[in-house]
């Protein structure tokens, strides 16, 4: 009971109440590996990646033939930059589960990330020779992304083929998504458009997102963040990185900007991170016992100190550290009066792009 209970508490992104359920268990019974995967995802969603390794760690060698956490182990590796452990970690899970296409895609994903599409790309393929299988609509997709294809020989079948093999809603758009990709480069332009109306469609359909829902917490953001909390940023402090936002809307050319920068020889990045908001607002929220961004009306100097250092453990995660650091999450305009306070230094580049080139880019 307390095991399922976690679970769906976890499902639905309630970390505090699933690590309570979680940890009861392992008291009962110290070696339940299912708990250990549990507090090693939450600690993974919450970017403690030091903290994921070690408790993924422990629950692989509780479950040794389960696939799920040694996927759960690479992603934790690569969270503290030690993607060579990753690695092995996924190749082993590969000779674990040889004809199951799962660990040949995490692999192939690895591979992509790194930057070694050759193998990549020999991956995605070696998995789709596999057989049906849910993942075989994701591996089609990331093919038709790396487009290693021509008008003789390409995935356009494969995919007809699978859509006609399933009736989840969610592998049909991944799918309807790697054909207008596939259409798109083989210069069927008709096709490809159909193909994108029908996959955004039904990603409409599966989203419960709704703008209007945002509302009040924008309002909010606006009226905490107020004057009086600007003014109050430390004039004395000066750090040894600078941390630099990248901020704006979604396909802005944020990603364009972050590897020109990149490329500079006193930048680095750390990606899209979501560390100020999934670690430095959710600890400030236990803290003061507000949500944001009201918890930003209760700030105190001890505060300030300490969730800087949760960013600061954050940047030292860049590879290599420089004196400039990126953060490309474009989101992170909702924290630009928690990021000035914490650190004054920082550096903000708003990226403002053309509505309907935007629009058209997401779609």
């Known amino acids: 009971m307390l095991l399922t209970k976690a679970n769906q508490l976890l499902q639905q992104n309630k970390l505090k109440e699933a690590e309570f359920h979680y940890k009861a268990l392992l008291k009962s019974s110290p070696d339940n590996g299912e708990a250990l995967f549990g507090l090693g995802r939450i600690a993974l969603r919450l970017q403690r990646y030091d903290s994921a390794v070690y408790l993924l760690q422990k629950a692989c060698e509780r479950m040794p033939h389960m696939l799920e956490p040694l996927h759960a182990l690479a992603d934790a590796f690569n969270g503290v930059n030690s993607p060579n452990d990753a690695l ?4 082993y899970a590969k000779k674990l589960a040889s004809h199951n ?9 690895h591979y992509l990330t790194h930057g070694d599409l050759d193998k990549a790309h020999t991956t995605f393929a070696h ?82 997102f709704n703008t209007d829902d945002l509302t009040t917490f924008y309002d909010e953001i606006i009226k905490y963040n107020t004057n009086a909390l600007i003014s109050s940023a430390s004039k004395q402090f000066t750090g040894n990185v600078t941390p630099v936002f990248i901020i704006g809307m979604p396909r802005s050319g944020s990603t364009l900007l ?11 990045s750390i990606g899209e991170s979501t560390s100020i908001s999934n670690n430095v607002a959710v600890f400030l929220e236990q803290k003061t016992g507000f949500a944001y961004p009201q918890c930003l009306n209760h700030l105190t100097h001890e505060l300030v100190v300490q969730a800087r250092e949760i960013y600061i453990t954050t940047l030292k995660t860049a590879t290599p550290i420089k004196p400039f650091i990126i953060n490309k999450l474009p989101s992170n305009y909702q924290s630009i009066g928690l990021i ?15 509505f309907n080139a935007t629009v058209v880019f997401c779609f």
Do not use: W
């Open 88 to 91: 092995t970690v996924l190749e």
């Open 101 to 109: 296409p799962d660990p040949h895609y995490y692999l192939a994903q």
């Open 127 to 208: 998995a789709l020779s596999i057989g049906v299988y849910p993942v075989t609509a994701y591996i089609l997709f990331e093919l038709a992304q790396l487009g290693r294809f021509n008008k003789e020989h390409n995935y356009v079948s494969n995919l007809h083929h699978f859509l006609t093999q399933t009736d989840n809603l969610r592998l049909k758009m991944v799918c309807y998504y790697a054909l207008a990709k596939s259409y798109d480069a083989l210069e069927d332009t008709d096709q490809a458009f159909n193909y994108f109306v029908l996959a955004n469609k039904l990603q409409r359909k599966l989203s419960n």
């Open 258 to 268: 972050e590897q020109m920068l990149a490329n500079h020889s006193e930048f680095s």
């Open 340 to 354: 000035h306070i914490l650190f004054p230094n920082a550096k903000f580049i708003n990226l403002d792009r053309d």
